[in-house]
């Protein structure tokens, strides 16, 4: 089966960086997405790996180790507005498959 | 564009009734998902389609049923409900992937169904 984990809690200060962790299990792997969700709201695309390395947008960066099965989120400048639930999904599968991780709820506090 | 509009935003259902959820985007995706997220847990898959007319089960099929008549809409029926389909449902849709190499694939969500099953 697929299986992601992740850290259910983080809490850092505003202003500071975090990095949200994510291992996973799948077979067909073809890569990595992050979505963001606030409380009662929708997931929001954040960024997305098909290959090993360092993907950089504005504060929030995305990192993949297939060899590994591992990669990070990493979220610079921490604001509070940043408060929020962060799941990481893998696309695998010969369609377009994609398993969601269970989620890290993030506080930022001042 | 309005992007991926779901129908209705809550809903409370007693055990045995049915209903369907709607759903439709005007962005011209192919692919297109049903989840859904209990409290304080990560998205399941319902099911999912990759055009109409073709649609495949996820990862939580059972008690759902899909159709996918148009490129637009997908709507998810539910079949005699239960207290445990109690959840958030989202629809989502893609345009899918294009390349194995380095495409990404955005997905974009609807901004969910709340329902209660009693």
């Known amino acids: 089966g697929q299986s992601l984990e992740q850290p259910s809690e983080v809490t850092a200060v505003e202003g500071a960086i975090v990095q949200i962790n994510c291992t996973y299990q799948t077979s067909g792997f073809y890569g990595l997405s992050w979505y963001q969700q606030h409380d009662g709201g929708a997931p929001t695309f954040l960024s997305y790996?098909?290959?090993?390395g360092l993907e950089e947008t504005g504060r929030f960066s995305s990192f993949l180790s297939r060899s590994d099965s591992y990669g990070y989120l990493l979220l610079q400048e921490l604001q509070m507005k940043d408060s929020a639930s962060y799941f990481c999904?893998?696309?695998?599968?010969?369609?377009?498959?994609?398993?969601f991780g269970t989620g890290t709820k993030l506080q930022v506090i001042p | 564009n309005a992007g991926v509009t779901q129908t209705p935003k809550f809903r409370i259902l007693k055990i045995g009734q049915s209903m369907t959820l709607q759903c439709a985007q005007d962005?011209?995706?192919?692919?297109m998902y049903w989840y859904r997220q209990d409290p304080g847990m990560g998205l399941k898959l319902i099911y999912y389609s990759v055009g109409a007319g073709i649609t495949d089960k996820g990862e939580v099929p059972n008690g759902y049923n899909v159709s996918r008549s148009t490129t637009e809409d997908f709507p998810l029926r539910l079949e005699l409900a239960a207290p445990s389909q109690t959840s958030v449902y989202f629809c989502a849709s893609s345009f899918g992937f294009s390349a194995r190499d380095g495409s990404t694939d955005t997905q974009y969500f609807g901004p969910g169904t709340r329902l209660t099953v009693l």
């Open positions: 790996n098909a290959l090993d």
């Open positions: 962005m011209n995706h192919n692919y």
């Open positions: 999904a893998a696309n695998s599968g010969g369609y377009q498959k994609v398993t």
